[in-house]
């Protein structure tokens, strides 16, 4: 089981990066 939660963070971490640039500004976007 933790290492299925392990899996599902980090899917949702990297979801969240791959969403959250998208809703921000392309200068910010930018300069991260």
Do not use: C, H, N
């Not at 939660?5 to 300069?31: G, H, M, N, Y």
């Amino acid at each position: 089981m933790k290492l299925k939660d392990a899996l599902k963070k980090k899917k949702f971490v990297v979801t969240s990066e791959v969403q959250s640039p998208i809703d921000q500004e392309p200068e910010d976007l930018v300069r991260s």
